[in-house]
């Protein structure tokens, strides 16, 4: 381990001596209650979790690895000499968390740092030259798998591509010079500026990360910030002001205001508003928040419900010398609407009729576990929520219902039973194995379904757990037709464990662990682990299924299979699937939507697999000139409007133009959901002519 410091210590030297001109960030220690909560942690993860690994000099292996790769993904920033430095303490991690010392992540975390720094003002340096774009020249956008730089000659050759890659895109997109070096220069700056705001915690979740996901993919922990998120996420609320928030220049900038909120409601508070400062209290001081990290910002302002907070506004339209008011406002509930169960309807052609279908967007499963303890009768829960979409569908008199699932990474399994059992009543939906072994049914308990007509369910790769919980039951039920591509493939389940509450700590310091206890079972025996829900119509998918998925990662549990539970079986679906699967092969052959649709990921998956971009500018404005034209194509026949690339990132455009282009494409065409409606409208149609059949005889 001494040797490590020494190389640490003599990299930072050299740092400073090649670039005097720029400051080391700070070096950053381990506190002794992360030290305390990686040893805990440690204990329950090698005892409870549903398969326990040792933590020994394998793990110690894989969690080194897994860290270093978490800093530096696409090998940009240290060098070979770096990480072989770092692999001389590969075997040691496990006996240091049983000592209570951090120092090896926290060394390596520095080093990175550092490397950040290094390598960003190298980057801006490059700016004050320009690049000789008629050179034929290629630039690797996948290096996860590449060589790390063996030198700092080959690491400045790799940024020269990289900032060369940069410039042209920006070119591309319309750019004088002198806008590419002041655009550029403030995203390294940016980047370079966020290496002197890392805070000790951010260590330890980052080495926590990568500890926990080295027991199973779905192994998580949570520090304080990362524990207020992740229950913010199920409960859809939080007590503050009702404004959504994004750092700009430095600035604590309004995104967005909120219906009903504090800062809607007040009048006081318009998109673009810059926060400088925020108070506590009526008279409490305010603290200057500019150039402080948004996450502070954000803990700054949230707090108890009816407390009031002062924020130091400098108005959007004033200039940096511009005029401040002061405001206070006073915390409420906040209601995070946009990831609730939402509806709408379509009217979707059919044979020779006009179907309804009613659709519901679900994000996530979500549940207010703590108001449902408490028992309050109003908790938030997306079943709950689907419930009264569904009897609100019914008014509507739809034909048929699509539960759209796409990307819903999964959240509360006792709300994926209850949304079964609007659908199926009573019965099986998931089967449970413990680690030691024991099986458990876990069933819908509905006197009668909420919905019985046709139904289905849309779904894509970013479709995990509860969402293939549900699924899964459906189709296993023969209840609808599952629409889409192979779901995501997670068949663990986890709970949180209060690491503060095993040790009786009267105040919270060493955080949670979601930790697998138990691999769930399809009613039919089989599971979703690594293979996902196969659809029963198949649509097209964007998603890298290599990069993205259970299947993307090399510690995930193997597929299994037990006895199946019982559980009575439709056969309706099945029986119309061969006419619903050809009269989608007719519809999409014929829709240009859809063609093109499968021309954009026909030519993605192509760019992926080639790996390289050229930087020759005629090659580049070729394929630039080729994908405009199918942009302009497609604005002129009505899907959405022409989003060119200009070469920009998130908040380097106005706030305005951002939030514009934000809204175009929410408001683009959405062509698969359009075809999974269609194809309910089918059923509907196939199913209304099955029953017809039947009463004439």
Do not use: C
Not at 585 to 611: S, Y
Request: no cysteine.
């Amino acid at each position: 381990m001494r040797i490590h410091y020494v190389f640490l210590g003599a990299f930072l030297a050299l740092a400073q001596a090649a670039y005097a001109e720029v400051a080391s960030p700070p070096v950053l220690e381990p506190l002794k209650r992360q030290a305390q909560a990686a040893e805990l942690s440690a204990q329950f993860l090698s005892r409870y979790s549903y398969k326990p690994v040792p933590l020994d000099d394998a793990l110690s292996a894989k969690v080194m690895d897994g860290f270093i790769k978490s800093l530096d993904p696409d090998r940009m920033l240290f060098l070979q000499a770096d990480v072989d430095r770092f692999m001389a303490d590969r075997n040691e991690i496990d006996d240091a968390i049983e000592k209570q010392d951090l120092k090896i992540p926290f060394a390596i975390f520095n080093a990175y740092e550092q490397r950040v720094v290094d390598r960003m003002t190298y980057a801006r340096g490059l700016l004050k030259q320009g690049f000789d774009f008629s050179a034929q020249e290629d630039f690797s956008v996948l290096r996860d798998k590449a060589p790390w730089p063996q030198s700092d000659a080959e690491s400045n050759e790799l940024w020269r591509k990289r900032v060369k890659s940069d410039w042209l895109r920006l070119k591309l997109g319309g750019k004088t010079d002198a806008a590419i070096r002041e655009t550029l220069d403030k995203r390294y700056e940016n980047t370079l500026e966020r290496a002197y705001k890392f805070k000790s915690d951010d260590v330890f979740q980052s080495f926590m990360d990568a500890y926990s996901t080295s027991i199973d993919p779905h192994t998580d922990y949570f520090g304080a910030a990362a524990s207020a998120d992740f229950n913010v996420s199920m409960k859809l609320s939080l007590f503050g002001i009702g404004a959504v928030l994004q750092e700009r220049d430095d600035y604590t900038t309004i995104r967005e205001l909120v219906p009903g909120g504090p800062a809607q409601l007040s009048g006081k508070l318009a998109v673009g508003d810059r926060i400088t400062g925020v108070g506590q209290g009526k008279d409490g001081a305010i603290k200057e928040v500019v150039g402080t990290r948004l996450d502070e910002v954000v803990q700054m302002i949230r707090g108890k419900k009816g407390s009031v907070v002062r924020l130091d506004i400098l108005p959007a339209d004033a200039g940096a010398d511009g005029t401040h008011r002061v405001i206070s406002l006073v915390r409420d509930k906040i209601t995070l609407d946009k990831q609730a169960a939402r509806k709408t309807v379509l009217s979707v052609k059919a044979g020779d009729a006009t179907r309804k279908i009613g659709i519901i967007t679900l994000p996530v499963f979500y549940e207010d576990f703590d108001a449902k303890r408490k028992g309050d009768k109003d908790y938030k829960s997306a079943s709950r929520d689907v419930a009264k979409l569904l009897g609100e569908l019914k008014d509507e008199k739809v034909d048929s219902v699509l539960i759209d699932l796409r990307n819903n990474g999964g959240g509360s399994l006792d709300e994926a039973i209850d949304l079964t059992g609007l659908f199926i009543g009573k019965g099986p939906v998931v089967q449970q194995r413990g680690s030691d072994g024991k099986v458990e049914v876990k069933s819908a308990d509905l006197a009668a379904p909420v919905w019985t007509g046709p139904m289905g369910v849309l779904i894509n790769r970013g479709s995990a757990s509860a969402s293939e919980i549900f699924a899964a039951a459906i189709q296993d039920y023969g209840r609808g037709v599952i629409v889409g591509e192979p779901s995501f493939g997670k068949g663990t389940v986890q709970t949180v464990v209060d690491l503060d509450q095993i040790v009786h700590n009267s105040k919270p310091e060493f955080g949670e662990l979601k930790v697998t206890i138990a691999q769930f079972f399809r009613v039919n025996g089989g599971t979703t682990q690594l293979h996902g829900v196969t659809p029963d119509l198949s649509l097209p998918g964007l998603s890298d299924p290599t990069a993205f998925g259970e299947t993307s990662y090399d510690n995930a549990l193997p597929w299994a299979e037990i006895k199946p539970a019982k559980y009575p079986r439709a056969e309706t679906v099945a029986t119309l699937l061969p006419a619903l699967q050809s009269r989608h092969d007719a519809r999409v052959k014929t829709d240009p939507d859809f063609q093109r649709l499968v021309k954009d990921i026909a030519d993605l998956k192509a760019q992926r697999e080639k790996g390289v971009i050229s930087l020759n500018e005629a090659e580049r404005r070729k394929e630039a000139a080729a994908r405009e034209k199918r942009l302009k194509d497609r604005a002129e026949a009505g899907d959405g409007e022409d989003l060119g690339d200009d070469g920009l990132e998130a908040g380097e455009r106005s706030l305005s133009a951002d939030i514009a282009i934000e809204n175009a494409r929410k408001n683009a065409k959405d062509v698969l959901l359009n075809e999974a409606a269609a194809i309910l409208a089918d059923e509907a149609d196939l199913q209304q002519g099955v029953l017809k059949a039947a009463t004439k005889q």
